[in-house]
């Protein structure tokens, strides 16, 4: 995998459903038929894992002492990551009135979507990066920690508002991968000497089995709700709520969870086979009972990591040049904290049917704490094309989105 260039344009122009992560235009005025969008993200977050690390960790290469020194010192007692990759295709039609209503079309669409979210204690990084060199008489707190990994998809046909551009869709899901921990109490003590070890662990972990593509199904809806305020000078703003992917799936397979319970204290084992040794971790080695650890294979409902916002849009037919826009965003995540997000939209007219958009914006919370984003757009007779990021200085994460667009 390539290191991604934050060069970014981003597509704004005869926008009905954009990138939920970006300003998204209005354009009540604009007469069209049919309408083709295609959209991608990339995007990866963290409180607390310096993008120098998290680039070697996903694109290969040496990890130095420096590396991790400098996540190390934006660790604190619980830290977030997360990662969105998204791809989504949609077809809108203007033309058909959908069950004889002139005011009504449709929308179909289909998405592949990866979604990963995790809590984790500080010691937690330190062992896992440093090993337990400074743990040695000491208590390591894996308390709190929480994992989760989703891999699936969907397809959905919807109604759609042809003046307002509303619309909602019912989605049928496929789940191709699924897997979860949850650590309620999580306590490691090796004496100085290191000739024993006390573990204090209450926690589960959950995943799927098998190699079919197909280990669930299920339903959920997305919706896009346009809303015209006026003001008091007779303008009007518009704004958007929009929720995606809020659903679930029914397992077809078993998941297979292992829990455990327990407070002990042995000799024999070392702090560095807990964490490194095969055969700890091995389910055919007998320490697994020792530590009260059971597996069972149970058929369970997941729901969707969904998402909702609420948003200004940019109006297209203003006669502003310089527009804001402003919203409020959530995953339906336990690492996820609502994001509060604001920026600035600037429009350059190329002629009669071209446009030159530029952005910047600025958002805090999430998967992460302060980022800043910069895109463009660019508009030519029927077509836009462009990308994006909403992360370009931050030192905890990196963010590319695509978007092109045919509406005719």
């Not at 400098?70 to 007692?77: D, Q």
């Not at 009135?97 to 330190?126: E, P, R």
């Not at 551009?165 to 949850?182: D, G």
Request: aromatic share 14%; proline share 1%; net charge positive.
């Amino acid at each position: 995998m390539k290191k991604i260039t934050l060069i970014f344009f981003l597509l704004q122009g005869l926008l009905s459903n954009a990138q939920s992560w970006l300003p998204i235009q209005q354009d009540t005025l604009l007469e069209k038929k049919h309408e083709f969008i295609f959209s991608g993200t990339a995007d990866y977050a963290s409180t607390s894992l310096h993008k120098s690390l998290t680039q070697k960790l996903f694109y290969g290469g040496e990890i130095t002492d420096e590396i991790k020194d400098k996540s190390l010192k934006l660790h604190r007692g619980i830290n977030q990551f997360g990662a969105d990759l998204n791809a989504e295709i949609e077809y809108k039609n203007f033309q058909v009135n959908l069950f004889g209503k002139s005011t009504w079309g449709f929308t179909v669409k289909a998405g592949y979507y990866s979604f990963i979210n995790a809590l984790y204690s500080k010691d937690l990084f330190k062992l896992a990066f440093y090993g337990n060199e400074s743990f040695v008489g000491n208590t390591a707190s894996i308390s709190g920690t929480q994992f989760a990994a989703y891999g699936y998809q969907k397809i959905g046909f919807g109604w759609l508002d042809k003046k307002s551009k509303s619309s909602i869709s019912l989605n049928v899901y496929n789940l191709s991968n699924y897997s979860a921990a949850l650590v309620r109490t999580g306590e490691i003590f090796q004496s100085q000497s290191i000739d024993s070890l006390s573990v204090s662990f209450d926690g589960r972990a959950s995943f799927t089995n098998g190699a079919s593509f197909f280990k669930g199904f299920g339903a959920g809806l997305d919706a896009d709700i346009r809303l015209s305020v006026p003001t008091k000078k007779n303008k009007v703003v518009y704004y958007q709520f929009l929720a995606k992917n809020i659903g679930f799936t029914s397992l077809r397979e078993s998941l297979t969870r292992s829990a455990g319970d327990s407070v002990f204290t042995f000799t024999g084992l070392s702090f560095n086979q807990v964490l490194n040794g095969s055969s700890f971790l091995d389910s055919n080695f007998s320490v697994l009972d020792t530590l009260g650890i059971q597996k069972s294979q149970v058929k369970t409902t997941v729901f969707l990591p969904g998402f909702l916002q609420f948003s200004k849009l940019v109006d297209v037919n203003s006669t502003r040049k310089l527009q804001e826009f402003y919203g409020i965003r959530l995953f339906l995540a336990s690492a996820y904290t609502p994001l509060v997000f604001a920026g600035l939209d600037y429009r350059i007219p190329l002629g009669k049917i071209s446009t030159l958009n530029f952005g910047l914006n600025t958002s805090y919370g999430g998967f992460s704490k302060l980022r800043i984003g910069l895109y463009s757009s660019l508009r030519i007779k029927n077509w836009n094309l462009g990308l994006a990021s909403e992360n370009i200085i931050g030192k905890t994460g990196q963010s590319i989105l695509f978007r092109l667009q045919c509406a005719y």
